[in-house]
């Protein structure tokens, strides 16, 4: 392929996936690495740069709309943020440590676990417990605004979320992903935030994770300016139609056809990382 | 004072025009590096198999910043790549701001952490890299 020809295509293939992350809330950047590995035969270490620098991209773009529907809650992120981007450094770290076959398994079952959170209907029991001393003390607790006005929140188990969230620092620096799904089950599930603030709050935080290990990556060299051009346009594209036509269209059956690419593609990854595809 | 009250409503509306202006910018400066890039050899032959690394002045801050300002198309692109980095660091520098305005001096030290850790990550790494 020529690079006129190469840039297109990479270009349109990274437009395609930030438009179905966005539709469907489980960001492009999970696909990317796959698509460029796998389709376009890229080194993952060129392929892992490229997806980091779309998942700022990405991040920032949305939060912007976000932060100002007042979902967000800032302190928290704040708070977490010190475990990503702590995380996401020694993650960054290891990338240069652990063979890419080992990082191509730990991608494949990051894959299927983020398809399998998405299929998941959550069951949630809100019963009103007393606050947290510790979340009080933090000033995590907070509101937002709801169809019956303002909403109040209470936050719990501060330790296991920002254990939680280190976790998903270190795969976000390892693998050049957002994390998104692991930060929200750190916020939903352990520290029982409501949904939408976690969604909300784990999309404003996902920039500053990514931030933190796209120092390192540059550094070695992993960010090639020729490759993220056009992933990194085509992503800020897709998801921002992404993100337009979401309130029109109903996205169910759309979950379930981006969810069995994400399996295929992670079975994919997982095949290569088993055979020794990747060096 | 006639400045209005930073309050939380009011910080968030500005951090979320600081995000959406620093994403819109560094587009900018990515797409000026890309249009003389592809016009410069497009049928070239590109292979990204093999990884071999960025040439030095492609990899630290001081380095793209120069190559960039020598107009090289590849030095530009890269730039725009460094400013949408820096995106979210200018976030947590005027988050950083906004608690110390508001007195909340707890949150300072947290969103300091944060950025101890972001420009270690830009300017220092290359010591453990």
Known sequence: MNVLEFTFLVWAGSLVAGFLGSLTGLGGGVVLVPLLTVFFHVDLRYAIGASLVSVIATSSGSAAAYVKEGFSNIRIGMFLEIATTIGALFGAYLTAKVPANAIAIIFAIVLLYSAYVSRRTRPRTDVEQPPDPQATKLKMNGSFPDTS??????????????????????????????????????????????????????????????????????????????????????????????????????????RLVFSVVIVLLGLEMMLKGLTGGLK | MTMKPLNDERVEGLIANLLRAGVLISALVVIGGAVPY????????????????????????????????????????????????????????????????????????????VLAVLLYSLFGSFLIA
Do not use: C
């Not at chain 2, 690394?53 to 890269?78: C, F, W, Y």
């Open chain 1, 149 to 254: 006005g303002v909403r109040h929140y209470n936050v719990y188990h501060v330790p296991a979320g920002f254990g939680v969230m280190w976790i998903a620092g270190a795969l976000s620096g390892l693998l050049g992903i957002g994390s998104g799904a692991l930060k929200v089950v750190a916020m939903d599930q352990a520290m029982k935030i409501p949904f939408k603030v976690s969604t909300t709050t784990s999309n404003f935080m996902i920039g500053v994770t990514a931030a933190a290990s796209a120092g390192v990556y540059l550094s070695r060299g992993y960010i090639d300016p020729s490759l993220a051009m056009p992933v990194m346009i085509g992503v800020l594209i897709g998801s921002l139609m992404g993100t337009k036509v979401l309130v029109k269209t109903q996205t169910k059956s759309l």
């Open chain 2, 38 to 113: 592809l016009a410069e050899s497009p049928r070239a032959h590109v292979d990204y198999r093999t990884f071999h690394s960025e040439p030095d002045n492609l990899k630290s801050v001081a380095g793209i910043i120069h190559t960039a300002l020598s107009g090289d198309p590849r030095g530009i692109m890269q730039l725009g790549l460094l400013l949408l980095i820096a995106t979210p660091i200018a976030r947590v520098m005027f988050s950083a701001v906004a608690f110390a305005m508001e007195g909340d001096l707890m949150y300072v030290g947290f969103t300091l952490i």
